[in-house]
């Protein structure tokens, strides 16, 4: 497809269970992004990549989050040992250029809604 | 620290009237850009309209356009001739040169058009 695609859509999780989450960018965009959405807020930076080097990740929450982009396309956001605060909407993002964010509008995927139980 | 403002938690329009959805926002930086995105029901962020910190005139796309007031901070959104499917949550979002990674977002305003 055309868009930035995410999987899966919605996940529910065990306190304590790893999760993996998905985000293939467009095609040929250099900048990926990780955004956490809580109920009722807007999004906030989790982390940024430019190509396959994960240039911020001064977002993550704390050590149970980890992401990566091996080959500059695809990226997983994991989360283990899942903790109830863990639930929110995870957004990824991509933009065309290495600029980041900079004037240059992020193309955001759907999401995914993850819960923990 | 740069922030971004959104003072108006829901809005309510009639079908075919305008609106205007306020945002202001802090920097120190000279170099910024201005966005304003809309969150549908259905999750996905779609990107509306862009104003840079050096563009003189306000940015204009169809039924959107930007009143931009640099001396007082202020991005507002306005949305002329409001249509039931710009029924949506709408962001304010800011990027800057002196930290290109980051784009930061208002808490959203949630717009409600009515036949």
């Known amino acids: 497809g055309a868009g930035v695609s995410q999987s899966p859509r919605y996940k529910v999780a065990k306190r304590g269970q790893d999760v993996a989450l998905r985000c293939d960018p467009i095609s040929g965009h250099v900048s990926l992004f990780w955004y956490q959405q809580a109920l009722g807020q807007g999004p906030e930076f989790l982390t940024y990549?430019?190509?396959?080097?994960?240039?911020?990740k001064s977002g993550l929450p704390s050590d149970r989050f980890f992401a990566e982009r091996p080959e500059g396309s695809v990226s997983t956001l994991k989360i283990q040992r899942t903790q109830q605060e863990d639930s929110a909407v995870y957004l990824c993002a991509s933009s065309l250029g290495g600029q980041g964010a900079y004037n240059s509008p992020l193309h955001f995927g759907n999401g995914t809604r993850l819960t923990v139980t | 620290a740069q922030k971004i403002t959104q003072t108006q938690p829901g809005m309510f329009v009639q079908e075919k009237e305008a609106v205007t959805l306020d945002c202001t926002y802090d920097?120190?930086?000279?170099?910024?850009?201005l966005f304003w995105y809309k969150q549908p029901s259905s999750g996905e962020m779609i990107f509306l309209i862009y104003q840079g910190s050096y563009d003189e005139q306000n940015a204009t796309e169809g039924r959107y356009s930007l009143n931009f007031q640099k001396a007082r901070k202020s991005a507002n959104l306005v949305i002329s001739a409001s249509q039931l499917g710009d029924s949506a949550m709408y962001f304010c979002a800011m990027s800057w040169w002196s930290d290109t990674d980051k784009l930061i977002f208002g808490t959203g305003t949630r717009l409600q058009v009515f036949p």
């Open positions: 920097t120190s930086d000279q170099s910024y850009g």
């Open positions: 990549f430019q190509n396959e080097a994960q240039l911020d």
